[in-house]
């Protein structure tokens, strides 16, 4: 009998007699289980086939698992996810879990077998103090995140407004009414927050009037999550994953330096104590935790120079091709990854392996990106024009570049200088000391392309990322009382400008 003449025969059988369905009508939803037997049991090593007590937490999680989809209205995975959001959310808090070692989960549930166990043993630090989790990232990440919300708490409305803005603040908010949220979404947060909503849009003049084509997709394409489904979200929910996201890849990034800094690059534990100590009390690093791109950049920074250590090229083109879509200073990734490639071969051209064609994914990324762009504007180079509407590409930068040093006040752009000549001198002992000459490579570009133009503007912002200066400054404040003065000079400018960041005076 053929396959179609017996899916017609249950069909008819199933309209006779109502208790009767074909499997036939359900091929979906049969698949999903068949794959949920295989990608639990069968990794098991044959779980069913032993004795449960031996595997009490994963039959416990299978039980949960089956509890939380199957029982409940006739089967969550028969229905709309969207009518069972406490049982989609208590699933993804079992992922979470597992990833973060909390429950003792079957290697894996859903996702491929062992996922847990490399993820785990990725961030695995040999010889690392006990409790360095807490001491050196959890801690600090608390610390500064109470300080940032008291700061912004009594700064909002103690201190003067920016009367350029003050329509903002008779408004009483900038992008959402929850002041907790809104106060660490600023400035470019409203054209990541277009982007989300609206997508890319040229102005009618790209070189003169503000577009949100000067901006990079791949930050606001992640905070988007469950509008690309077609929902119409509020402002509130893009902040709290665009936070939520920021914060999490700042402390996987910060977990991902230590490693990097004691064990691929052999640096002393002191050595990468301070390196985050100064890193979590920068000026500017409270972009970390808004709704900005920095923490994102920053941990692909981080995971492709890790990746580019253990000789994971496939894992250093993604870090780098995902880093140009994230923000302009992924080119100097880009180029600092494929620097570090030839300097582990002695620059030996006879050495290449086909590893190195990864590194084409970068330029192919931005290509990609550059024609969506196209199709938008119908001009090839509508990044680099909607850029000079914001004076990146202005003759006057060349001209006269210490235009914005001429208040008789001490302000945000003469301390900018400082912290640029600091980056600048440091890439510069990074390129000439430092073994790994690709560090070097990679901090100088990264220093060099958001003031090539002439243009100090928002320099605190761009420096925070460049994470081998911070490891360079770290080896070098061995002396206590310099490394402790350095900081208190830093966590007080934080302090300052969080508080006029607040008040919508221009910080970074």
């Not at 039959?59 to 698992?65: C, E, F, G, I, M």
């Not at 330029?363 to 024609?371: G, I, Q, R, T």
Request: glycine share 6%; charged share 15%.
């Amino acid at each position: 009998m053929s396959l179609h003449r017996l899916v017609a025969q249950d069909e008819a059988l199933s309209r006779l007699k109502p208790g009767f369905e074909s499997p036939w009508r359900h091929k979906k939803r049969v698949t999903v289980l068949v794959a949920l037997f295989v990608l639990t049991v069968v990794p098991a090593g044959g779980m069913l086939f032993e004795s449960p007590w031996r595997h009490k937490k994963r039959v416990t999680v299978l039980v949960a698992l089956f509890v939380l989809t199957v029982v409940p209205a006739g089967g969550m995975l028969f229905e709309s996810p969207w009518r069972h959001k406490k049982r989609v959310a208590a699933l993804v808090a079992l992922f979470v879990l597992s990833l973060l070692n909390v429950v003792n989960i079957p290697d894996v549930i859903i996702f491929p077998m062992s996922l847990s166990v490399r993820i785990r043993q990725f961030f695995d630090i040999p010889n690392a103090s006990p409790r360095w989790v807490w001491n050196l990232v959890l801690l600090p990440f608390l610390v500064t995140r109470i300080v940032w919300v008291l700061v912004g708490t009594f700064a909002y409305g103690n201190y003067v407004t920016n009367p350029n803005y003050t329509k903002y603040f008779e408004r009483g908010y900038f992008l959402t009414k929850y002041f907790l949220l809104d106060m660490f979404a600023r400035w470019d947060s409203a054209w990541y927050m277009s982007i989300i909503q609206n997508g890319y849009q040229p102005s009618a003049d790209l070189t003169k009037l503000y577009s949100n084509m000067a901006f990079f997709p791949l930050y606001p394409y992640l905070v988007k999550s469950l509008g690309w489904l077609g929902l119409d979200l509020p402002n509130a929910y893009y902040i709290l994953v665009g936070l939520i996201l920021s914060n999490g890849l700042f402390l996987a990034a910060m977990a991902l330096l230590y490693r990097l800094i004691l064990v691929d690059l052999g640096f002393s534990e002191s050595t990468a104590q301070r390196t985050l100590g100064l890193l979590f009390v920068f000026p500017s690093a409270f972009f970390f935790g808004s709704f900005y791109t920095e923490s994102l950049f920053l941990f692909l920074a981080v995971l492709g120079f890790t990746f580019a250590m253990r000789g994971n090229w496939l894992g250093a083109g993604v870090a780098a091709a995902l880093g140009v879509l994230t923000r302009s200073q992924g080119a100097a990734l880009a180029v600092g990854l494929g620097w570090l490639y030839m300097e582990q071969r002695k620059w030996d051209w006879r050495q290449l392996r086909p590893s190195v064609g990864w590194f084409v994914l970068a330029p192919l990324a931005l290509l990609a990106h550059f024609y969506t762009l196209y199709l938008k504007s119908g001009r090839p180079l509508a990044m680099f024009e909607a850029m000079s509407a914001w004076g990146r590409n202005s003759a006057d930068n060349v001209l006269d570049p210490f235009r914005n040093l001429y208040a008789p006040h001490l302000d945000v752009f003469k301390i900018d200088l400082v912290i640029f000549m600091i980056f600048f001198l440091c890439s510069l002992y990074l390129l000439w000391k430092w073994p790994y000459k690709a560090y070097g490579v990679a901090a100088l570009l990264m220093c060099i392309l958001p003031v090539y133009t002439g243009l100090l503007v928002s320099v605190s912002r761009y420096m925070v990322i460049i994470f081998p200066v911070f490891i360079l400054l770290g080896e070098k404040l061995e002396n206590r009382n310099a490394y402790d003065a350095l900081r208190a000079v830093f966590f007080a400018l934080q302090i300052v400008y969080f508080a006029g960041w607040v008040n919508y005076y221009w910080i970074a």
